[in-house]
């Protein structure tokens, strides 16, 4: 037996898709049986989760979702393929900026990514070399867009998202931390291999178009390039992103 | 002044977007302007370009493109945005599989890779790496998938992409260099870091559900793995295919 979902509630819904509908209801959507998964277990506060027929799962906290037909689902998701299961929460406070806490750590920088999709990726393999903190200009895709939230594969609900002023933000870090070293991805930087793990200290990625922006430079110490040997003229943001986590980890 | 293309036309170009339609025509779509650029210097045959208004480039070859409206570019584009500009091209013939050649060099081998923008990134890396061989498995996504090609950014035109029963081919290699080493990523592999770049050899990608599946793994003789230090439960392939190339060409 399935509840029929009235043409309001769809319409209410998927304003949820856009960023103008989350800011004025303060509830973003998670799609995808691991990310609803996370967010169950995760301390956000969950309003409604859908799941079709199709569903055969079972939920954190013995929460009961809303059966709907298949013809809702595909209705109110915000992906191409919609999955069985679809949940509605609240947008978190804003994470407090606590510069004493994240300048004795690693804080990765994202400077103007637009791709949903990669944002979402790189916050996930930023949750996988345990990174915690994660700072986006103010020009980012938001984190709670349906897409970012799908690609985090439940990372988002682990990470602490702040954003802002990224020039302000690694002022206030070094001032906490005057052994605080910024390091920006660049086509015109140092070999990859030049760079060591640090125990702090940032990592700042931009656009695959216009690298990191000159005013975010002036904070970096350093700059580094992964090397090319063939004839793509770039590498996907989130491609990069994943190889400089990787050498800045170990 | 745009032309009018006719509703046959639009069903025809629109069949493309589909794996039957590529091959009963032999035609696949190219879309945007960095992929059409570089399918133009290549050694392609390029049969039809269609552009809008937007469009204000110029081609290699002096080719003139046909101007059509954003309304019939919409409807032909397999993408979400459709972009300016939009090629139909030949698919090539296949690339004759040369052990004798491939075996002193180096191969990228995915493993029934089926998302398109995990493959077309992929393969935009290998060529970022200077690989020049790529072997799919059968069950692989189409290379000539609009979404593939779209997210290889011109790279699909320069590199030499096989396709068949990964075992087989592996051992043809192995034949003809028994220097040929194979290595696979795999959950419960070596760390990474004892990964050494070599002259010649086969690196292979698995699916992020399977992993390489038990037959590939019978070729391979070692396998590694990125260490995970944080909460998430996998990497993306595209981003694990990303750090391991990178490590496998320095």
Redesign the interface.
Same mark, same amino acid.
């Given at each position: 037996m399935s509840l029929q979902i009235s043409k309001n509630e769809i319409k209410r819904l998927r304003s949820l898709h856009r960023k103008k509908g989350r800011r004025e209801s303060g509830l973003f959507i998670v799609e995808g049986e691991?990310n609803v998964e996370e967010l169950c277990v995760s301390s956000l506060e969950v309003q409604t989760i859908y799941v079709t027929d199709e569903w055969k799962g079972g939920l954190a906290g013995n929460r009961k979702p809303l059966v709907i037909s298949a013809k809702d689902m595909v209705a109110i998701s915000a992906l191409h393929s919609s999955s069985p299961i679809l949940a509605v929460a609240a947008v978190p406070v804003n994470v407090p900026w606590q510069p004493e806490r994240v300048a004795g750590s690693k804080l990765l920088v994202l400077d103007d990514l637009k791709d949903p999709?990669n944002v979402g990726?790189i916050l996930?393999? =930023?949750?996988?070399?345990?990174?915690e903190h994660v700072l986006l200009s103010e020009t980012c895709v938001d984190e709670f867009n349906p897409k970012v939230v799908q690609?985090t594969?439940?990372?988002l609900f682990?990470l602490k998202v702040y954003r802002g002023d990224i020039g302000k933000y690694l002022a206030s870090l070094k001032e906490h931390n005057p052994t605080f070293r910024v390091v920006a991805a660049d086509m015109q930087g140092d070999e990859?291999?030049t760079l060591r793990a640090p125990t702090c200290g940032a990592l700042v990625i931009g656009s695959e178009s216009h690298g990191v922006s000159e005013s975010v430079l002036q904070h970096c110490e350093s700059k580094v390039t992964?090397?090319?040997?063939?004839? =793509?003229?770039?590498?996907?943001a989130?491609? =990069?992103a994943?190889?400089l986590m990787?050498?800045w980890?170990?």
């Open positions: 691991k999709g990726t996930r393999t =930023a949750d996988w070399f345990g990174l690609s594969m439940g990372s682990r990859l291999s992964i090397p090319r040997m063939g004839g =793509a003229e770039s590498l996907n989130g491609i =990069a994943g190889i990787y050498v980890s170990f």
